[in-house]
T-cell receptor
């Protein structure tokens, strides 16, 4: 059972454009994490959100946790080629981290 | 702080041989380490959880006799892929967590295994 659905699966946009990717589940999260993984490397934690309705900003990245704590979004403003990578959302469950399938983002220069 | 390393970063082995991958926490003691496998264009799938000094707990569908995990110290865990086959070719990533918080994991850079 896929606990986390991420959309879109792939996204290719021009440098300078804005984008939003989504992470959804039918169940409630106690917290949710977003990671970015570049090819040939391990994932790097970007943010953890824990409170329904919470918004966190990391430079041009804005993370939002849904009010019901079942969904989250990541918005990137003025995307740059350095933003290219696999964006993974993940939730905690039974002392483990469960990852979504990810959104593969490619920013064209 | 909280750096995790893996060795080797990539390895090529022949079918039928065994290969060992090391995961080290460089600046902290990790009571729990996790091993993940990632196939091309897919997400990370947890293979097993290992606690220092005890047997690893494997996820459903992961063969414990094929993927041997040893967590002999608080800074080192090893994954040995025994009798490797081409379908074992994958990106193997480990992570380590501090005592008491399995959800705060620090990930290694991964090991690319290719079995020919």
């Amino acid at each position: 059972t896929q606990l986390l659905e991420q959309s879109p699966q792939f996204l290719s946009i021009q440098e300078g454009e804005n984008l939003t990717v989504y992470c959804n589940s039918s169940s409630v999260f106690s917290s949710l994490q977003w990671y970015r993984q570049e090819p040939g490397e391990g994932p790097v934690l970007l943010v953890t959100v824990v409170t329904g309705g919470e918004v966190k900003k990391l430079k041009r990245l804005t993370f939002q946790f849904g009010d019901a704590r079942k969904d989250s979004s990541l918005h990137i403003t003025a995307a740059q080629p350095g933003d290219t990578g696999l964006y993974l959302c993940a939730r905690n469950r039974d002392d483990k981290i469960i990852f979504g399938k990810g959104t593969r983002l490619h920013i064209l220069p | 702080g909280a750096v995790v390393s893996q060795h080797p970063s990539w390895v090529i082995c022949k079918s039928g041989t065994s290969v060992k991958i090391e995961c080290r926490s460089l600046d902290f003691q990790a009571t729990t380490m996790f091993w993940y496998r990632q196939f091309p264009k897919q997400s990370l799938m947890l293979m097993a959880t290992s606690n220092e000094g005890s047997k690893a707990t494997y996820e459903q569908g992961v063969e414990k006799d094929k993927f041997l995990i040893n967590h002999a110290s608080l800074t080192l865990s090893t994954l040995t892929v025994t009798s490797a086959h081409p379908e074992d070719s994958s990106f193997y990533i480990c992570s380590a967590s501090l005592q008491g918080d399995p959800y705060e994991q620090y990930f290694g850079p991964g090991t690319r295994l290719t079995v020919t």
